[in-house]
């Protein structure tokens, strides 16, 4: 069954710094991988779609990158500010289309 | 626009009495799906819908229930709701069930006393 993990589960940094979130997981035979923003007590914001034929995506200040063949994916945000302060989360389907494992996501926090 | 449309947001009920969250996509999309986010436990697919009349069990189906009648609804029921489904629930819905961006609801805030 797939499993999808986020490290770490927080992160703080001034602004202005370049980051990396990660997530793994454990069934290579995926569709594709989409990361997500989350404010609080709001809904999820797509910010990436990989298709499992990918190697990576960007937009504006974020990349993602996928490495089935290790299970793991990266997001890498670009110059940080504070309004990216938020959660991340990274998704992956389980065995059958249609079944979307989250990981738990990591905890941003850009200071001023 | 592009919307999710969750109904209630935010909901207190008592143990037992039966209620459904309705949710709506105008987006004309195949695929929805529900979920729930608890904390530590992260967010948990409760039912998805491939396409109209075609219902799938998520990790934690228990104590719930679907229907897909109709393309652009996608209600939860919860037939005798108790303490333990107390949580944040999201609707989603995208194009397909695999290959293309997912919209999120706003979420509903259900507690069940």
């Known amino acids: 069954k797939q499993e999808v993990t986020q490290i770490p589960a927080a992160l703080s940094v001034p602004e202005g710094e370049n980051l990396v979130l990660n997530c793994s997981f454990t069934?290579?035979?995926?569709?594709?991988l989409q990361w997500f923003r989350q404010d609080p007590g709001k809904g999820l914001t797509s910010l990436l779609l990989?298709?499992?034929?990918?190697r990576e995506q960007t937009s504006g200040r974020l990349n993602a990158s996928l490495d089935k063949s290790s299970g793991r994916s990266t997001l890498y945000i670009a110059a940080s500010q504070p309004g990216d302060s938020a959660t991340y989360l990274c998704a992956a389907y389980g065995g059958s289309q249609g079944n979307l494992i989250f990981g738990k996501g990591t905890k941003l926090s850009v200071k001023p | 626009e592009a919307q999710v449309t969750q109904n209630p947001r935010y909901l207190i009920t008592v143990t037992g009495k039966k209620l459904t969250v309705t949710c709506s996509q105008n987006?004309?999309?195949?695929?929805m799906s529900w979920y729930r986010q608890d904390p530590g436990l992260g967010l948990r697919q409760i039912y998805y819908s491939m396409n109209v009349e075609v219902t799938d069990k998520g990790d934690v189906p228990e104590g719930y229930k679907v229907s897909r009648k109709e393309k652009r609804n996608f209600p939860l029921i919860l037939e005798s709701p108790s303490p333990n489904q107390t949580s944040l629930y999201f609707c989603?819905?995208?194009?397909?069930?695999?290959?293309?961006?997912?919209?999120f609801g706003e979420g509903s805030w259900l507690t069940v006393v």
């Open positions: 987006m004309n999309h195949e695929y």
């Open positions: 069934d290579s035979a995926i569709y594709n």
């Open positions: 989603a819905s995208s194009l397909t069930g695999s290959g293309n961006t997912i919209y």
């Open positions: 990989i298709q499992s034929s990918q």
